[in-house]
């Protein structure tokens, strides 16, 4: 047991002592602590696939117009407003929410546009105070139409302003941009797709509801990753969508270069989701250290802004790239996993969704959302109608009118007579009353005929809308495939069934690896006796035999000039025309 002080009257100066159960309390506090962790920081909403931080900056920013056409603000400006309207949980947590949105290499479709150092996949980035933001396009899609009633509106943490409970979103951000967090008893760990992939199974769902996951499937193969790469192994994806838990991995994209006469290297151009040049280079010279890898002589970091990712890891004379980058697979980060766990909010429960649900509550949300702006679109129209009618009926019988309101002795007076001889409505009367002498003229008149008709018009389209479920959801699809004209981009992560299909690019698998791509690859490349042939046309190569053309093969259309004995790894010298002597690697040439 314990005790607890209560508080008591200042006129009571008499101490009062609660005894209360220590374990009964622990739970009660830990529980309140739990659901605040789930439902208002860690996990994201399915609808909308943002966390509350992330739709209170967006939302923010939209009230402040912080749009793509107008100019940069500071960064901390930005986290100021957020955290004294909406947001009191610290600075430091709604600015590194703010960074990720900012950041392409973590987002597919960055929501803000940062100007400044927004960090890196090896550095932090800078204060709020040196860093300057606005909304990025993309944005403006997911918090369009707020002030049409689109969604609810609930109050903040002190019941002084109100704030979006989910955004509008008109495209499926969460599976579009991904999410991680770590709540209590439960996690997150949803990877990045592609816009135009991820709206065309949601147009193809919209248009039949009964489709099966494996249709789904051949429109969203799977993830597409910010950093490209591949994916090899597609099995753990095909589980993550049918149950919402898997995995898969990703390797890097590496080429094989000639670098100078005497070296070859492996070029690295894009790296798994997550890892950044710096912690590749790192590991792999902690490898060559503790000698787990052999073949590497040097590593450079050649990236710039122009060229992108450029990792240059030049290897040893003899070693065969192909093994060399098997072991930079096994060693490095340049092979990483990635866990798949879609936990996400679905009515205010967290659930494990896989990619048909997702898609299902996405479009839910987005048909509810299309279907409330219509009403309240409708409505405006049948209102602004309604005025239109009453001003034609004023126009017409305009002398009347100025005769009645002019004799009258205030204005609600004014009002009820014109009630009762025009059957108006209050709404109506008040409109006419606060109406300006120059808009009585014939030129206006022909315009409220037209405004009149074109409302008509309007309402009767808004109408069908309505009545119909399937106009409503055909207008949802077709939102989504202009959205997806405008924003989507090619696909950036390549997709391997297995290890198998995954060859080394730039020059072709030698060896075994050519053969046989499930083997192990020797490390060094055998120094076997060989034969270095030049023909008469200038090819030079090399024979894999101990004789020159054992077998009775020939030089087709061309004929021998020179037949060396030379090994696999041995150099051969060839003098030029003007005396210069070159060293040539016997290895580097093509195998006859």
Known sequence: ?????????????????????????????????????????????????????QRRILYMMSEMGLRPERGHVKSARVVGEVMGKLHPHGDSAIYDAMVRMAQDFSLRLPLIDGH???????DGPAASRYTEARLAAPA?????????????????????????EVLPAAFPNLLVNGASGIAVGMATNMP?????????????LIAEPG????????????????????????????????????????????????????????????????????????????????????????IVDLTDRV???????????????????SQLYRHTPMEDSFGINNVALVDGQPRTLGLLELLRVYIDHRVLVVRRRTSYRLARKRDRLHLVEGLLVAIVDIDEVIRIIRSSDETAAA?????????????????????????????????????????????????????????????????????SEQYATPRRTVLLESEAAAPLKGTPPSGAAGRNAGAVLPLEIADDPCWVVLSASGQLARTSDREPFGDGRRVKHDALRSVLPATARGEVGAVTSAGRMVRLQVMDMPTL
Do not use: W
């Open 116 to 122: 400044g150092n927004f960090g890196s996949l090896d």
């Open 1 to 53: 047991m314990a005790r607890r002080q209560s508080s008591v009257p200042p006129e009571d100066f008499t101490e009062k002592i609660i005894d209360i159960d220590v374990e009964a309390e622990m739970q009660e506090s830990f529980l309140e602590y739990a659901y605040s962790v789930i439902y208002s920081r860690a996990l994201p909403d399915a609808r909308d696939g943002l966390k509350p931080v």
């Open 415 to 483: 009002r009820t007579r014109l009630m009762s001889v025009y059957a108006l409505s209050e709404i109506q009367a008040n409109h006419i009353l606060e109406l300006r002498l120059r808009q009585l003229t014939r030129y206006s008149r022909i315009e409220l005929e037209k405004e009149q008709e074109q409302l008509r018009l309007d309402i009767t389209g808004l109408e069908a809308i309505l009545g119909s479920d399937e106009r409503l959801r055909g207008l949802v699809s077709d939102e989504l495939g202009a959205l």
């Open 211 to 298: 489709a099966a996951l494996e249709d789904l499937m051949r429109l969203v193969p799977g993830p597409d990753l910010p950093s490209g790469g591949k994916i090899v192994g597609l099995e753990g994806i095909r589980d993550a969508y049918a149950s919402g838990r898997g995995s898969f991995r990703t390797r890097a994209t590496v080429t094989v270069e000639q670098l100078s006469a005497r070296r070859t290297g492996l070029v690295v151009t894009e790296l798994p989701y997550t890892v950044g040049p710096e912690k590749v280079m790192e590991r792999i010279k902690d490898a060559v250290t503790a000698k787990k890898l052999q073949g590497i002589s040097d």
């Open 192 to 204: 990045p797709h592609n816009l135009g992939e991820v709206v065309a199974a949601a147009r193809h």
């Open 307 to 325: 060229k992108g990712l450029r990792l240059v890891i030049e290897l040893k004379n003899g070693f065969n790239p192909d093994a060399v980058l």
């Open 140 to 164: 403006l899609t997911m918090t369009e139409h707020l002030g049409e009633d689109v969604v609810d509106f609930v109050p903040n943490y002190d019941n002084q302003l109100t704030q979006p």
